[in-house]
């Protein structure tokens, strides 16, 4: 109520009225009214099961004990929604929570908040909703649409809508990249399967209502028209150097460190934090016009690789520097490739000079090579480029993780899963060292990198493109020193779902030889273990594995050092695995199959050249003729085909060889 001077008071502060009998709502009115129709257009939306949270002590606590079914209108209390659906571990919305403290804490504490932190410390509000424009902008320019709101405390959340579920811990690694980035942002509602978030039009801790700075109009079509596979796959492309860091960091490495990572083409680029940024004054002016500085840069070889290493170190990818000179931006760099005798020099010279130039700027030569042997594998037969190939394995490695997530297939794998995975996994390594989804790899290589028999790998191979809507596919059977031919394959009931997963850059780990010893199910638990504790349950859901199962394979690990149990949950060990190899047998048992696998090859070979040799034999007199009645005459030395010898490849080993091992 308002005092006025003649002693009398005022119903309202408002204005008085120009009409009798309109009605002129308070302030607090008006809020309760964009409230509801915030609630009613949005939240519904947002949230991922049809239940609210409703708080009983002012906004402090948020127990699950009072939740119940999504009203229709705003509870008159502090209400939360759920971010995920814990019934599928997935979730549809990406939010982000803006708190203003975070802009005091990461100005003192973080140089990168300089940007978006330190010039708004006196005004954290200002800060929070400079950063909120910045990741709005950003998700636009990926092509999505954000729905966002502020509260009357001066926090924001920014939601972003996806058209599929999506699995929670790729939501949660992306928020927690965004965070790196934007400081003000705080992961937490992402980071567990139960998170919880405040949606718009809910009442805030203070009184007042959190109400939306969308739109109306875009609010709607944020709704109805939520982001596709490409917004999904923008962003991470956009956040690929702090997703990097986030992987990372519990293993302690640097987060200034550069570590490069292959891109859809197979061309290794760095991932720079903040994204992509330009090219200095100096580089950039060579670029767009080929007039370089000679006291630096002595001649036209030495100017186009500063260019292309500034460019690299900058989160520049090939395709971006081959953009920029189609479109005539750096017509300079293309004039630096360019000589008269040959007219394609730029598109021969630019790829060599471009992992060159990531090598010299990582530290990496070469950032795809993998041990291997007997590499004998084969372009495919037909394809539309390194980019399709490349692209090809990692939606498979994903197709692979929808595969697991299918209850028929893995009934159909039965007591075989493990193994199945384990080949898996390996034809995963073999695909990418190769870098082509035709593989020519024997059973015996594979074995090697799955940690399972030579005749184990066959009878899954064997399973596998037997199935209906396979994996993979038989291109071609084995004939003399040749493999099988195996083309990677996205099953048709996956094909959908694989757009929408993350696809993994860079390198595919296969099963090290330690789990020869320690169990392959050890080996699967091992890969999803880091340096961040985990509660076991979120082990086996990570791992696809039962808990009891999980358990077990835990509790290995831990009798040797590769895992470890802290007050937060399970954590993966300082042990080294080839240590661990070392004191187990696995690897004496592993040198003992290679030299035993070599021995079998050598062997085939030169039974193999014993076939051609007898091929090109001159023909005798007694060639096709072979008498019955006189058994010393049944001669195979002068037979076409020679005798299999002792040391078969096929059928067990030897007595000697099986008490030798």
């Known amino acids: 109520m308002a005092t006025l001077t003649g002693g009398r008071t005022a119903r309202s502060t408002l204005p008085p009225c120009d009409t009798p009998g309109d009605f002129h709502p308070a302030p607090d009115v008006l809020s309760r009214a964009a409230a509801e129709a915030a609630w009613r257009s949005v939240t519904p939306s947002i949230a991922a099961t049809p239940h609210v949270r409703v708080s009983r002590d002012g906004g402090r606590t948020f127990p699950a004990r009072h939740a119940r079914p999504l009203p229709d209108d705003p509870p008159g209390q502090p209400a939360t929604v759920a971010v995920y659906d814990p019934g599928s571990a997935t979730g549809r919305i990406l939010a982000l929570d803006l708190d203003p403290s975070r802009i005091r804490i990461s100005a003192d504490v973080d140089d ?82 139960g998170g919880q978030i405040s949606p718009p039009g809910s009442r805030h801790k203070s009184g007042g209502w959190r109400l939306l700075t969308t739109p109306p109009g875009d609010a709607r079509a944020a709704v109805e028209r939520p982001g596709g596979p490409e917004v999904w796959a923008a962003l991470l492309a956009e956040f690929a150097a702090e997703l990097q860091q986030v992987e990372r960091a519990p293993e302690g490495r640097g987060d200034d460190q550069a570590v490069p990572e292959l891109d859809d083409a197979g061309v290794p680029w760095i991932p720079r934090s903040g994204g992509r940024a330009p090219l200095g004054a100096e580089l950039g002016q060579v670029a767009r016009t080929g007039r370089w500085d000679r006291s630096r840069y002595p001649g036209r070889s030495e100017a186009r690789m500063a260019v292309l290493a500034a460019a690299a170190a900058r989160g520049w990818q090939l395709a971006d520097v081959r953009a920029a000179v189609g479109s005539g931006a750096w017509r300079g760099l293309a004039q630096l490739y360019e000589r008269r005798s040959e007219p394609g020099r730029m598109a021969r010279l630019l790829p060599c000079e471009w992992r060159k130039a990531t090598g010299f700027v990582s530290g990496e030569k070469n950032v795809r090579h993998r041990p291997t042997s007997d590499n004998t594998s084969r372009p495919p037969v037909a394809s539309d480029g390194p980019s399709a190939e490349y692209g090809l394995i990692r939606q498979w490695m994903t197709a692979i993780g929808c595969a697991l997530e299918d209850p028929e297939r893995v ?36 074995a090697l990198h799955a940690a399972l028999s030579h005749r184990t790998v066959a009878r899954v191979l064997e399973l596998l493109r037997n199935e209906p809507d396979p994996l993979v596919d038989l291109v071609s059977r084995r004939q003399a ?21 993350r696809r993994r850059a860079g390198r595919v780990d296969a099963i090290h030889p330690v789990f020869l010893a320690l169990g392959g199910t050890a080996g699967l638990v091992h890969q999803v273990l880091d340096g961040a504790e985990v509660r076991g349950a979120e082990v086996a859901r990570a791992a696809r594995l039962s808990p009891s199962a999980t358990s077990a394979a835990l509790r290995v690990l831990a009798g040797h050092g590769l895992a470890e149990r802290g007050p937060g949950g399970w954590r993966r060990g300082g042990a080294v695995l080839d240590n661990v190899a070392a004191a187990t047998g696995a690897a004496d048992l592993q040198r003992e ?16 050249a014993q076939y051609q040799a007898a091929r090109h034999r001159s023909a005798g007199e007694r060639d096709g003729w072979l008498s019955l009645d006189d058994p010393d005459e049944y001669d195979f030395a002068a037979c076409r085909w020679p005798v299999l010898a002792a040391d078969a490849v096929r059928g067990p080993p030897p007595v000697d060889v099986r008490e030798s091992a």
């Open 112 to 193: 990168r908040a300089v940007q978006y932190g330190h010039e708004h410390r006196a005004d954290p509000a200002a800060g929070v909703a400079a950063q909120a424009a910045s990741i709005a902008g950003l998700v636009a320019r990926c092509g999505g649409q954000v729905l966002a709101d502020v509260s009357p405390s001066g926090g924001r959340h920014v939601f972003v809508l996806f058209a599929a579920a999506l699995p929670w811990r790729e939501l949660r690694d992306l928020a927690r990249a965004i965070a790196l980035r934007f400081p003000a942002v705080d992961p937490a509602p992402m980071c567990s399967l």
């Open 593 to 608: 199959r290679e030299a035993r696998y070599k021995q079998d090859r050598e062997s085939w070979r030169a039974r193999l």
């Open 411 to 446: 009934r159909a794998w039965g007591g075989r899963v493990i193994t199945v995975r384990l080949v898996l996994l390996a034809l995963g390594q073999a695909a990418m060292v190769s870098g082509s989804s035709v593989l020519e790899f024997g059973c015996r290589n594979l």
């Open 481 to 501: 020193a040749r493999a099988d031919r195996y083309q990677l394959r996205i099953p048709a009931a996956y094909a959908e779902s694989v757009r929408w997963r």
